[in-house]
């Protein structure tokens, strides 16, 4: 299996926290980046944050900065995003997905799970 699975979504209201969970089968994620991007109706696919495979080194796209941190464990192949003061425009399906590069562009990522809704009402 390489598709991996984003669960932790939901109905917060603004101000409010949540924390996403990606979590890869096998060795799908091992040795690789990962990233968080999500997704509003009627917009393009935006990145939110990215991860080196140690767990060390982190890029984050200006609006999220400060608010979102994203880790990960690899002994449970797991990546979170934990998102803190969350706006309505935070509204967004988050999905995660793994590079071999150092980028925000999506198509340089594959491995893509099937999303989590994040809905942040005012």
């Known amino acids: 299996q390489v598709q991996p699975v984003e669960s932790g979504g939901g109905l917060v209201r603004a101000g409010e926290p949540l924390r996403l969970s990606c979590t890869a089968s096998?060795?799908?994620?091992?040795?690789?980046?990962v990233g968080w991007f999500r997704q509003a109706p009627g917009k393009d696919r935006e990145f939110v944050a990215l991860?080196?495979?140690?767990?060390?080194?982190?890029d984050y796209q200006d609006s999220v900065k400060g608010r979102f941190t994203i880790s990960r464990n690899n002994a449970k192949n797991m990546v979170n995003l934990q998102m803190n003061s969350l706006k309505p425009e935070d509204t967004a399906t988050y999905y995660c997905?793994?590079?071999?590069?150092?980028?925000?562009?999506?198509?340089?990522?594959?491995?893509w799970g099937q999303g989590t809704q994040v809905t942040v009402s005012s």
């Open positions: 096998g060795r799908t994620f091992t040795g690789y980046n």
């Open positions: 991860l080196d495979y140690s767990g060390r080194i982190t």
């Open positions: 997905a793994r590079t071999t590069g150092w980028i925000r562009t999506p198509n340089q990522y594959d491995a």
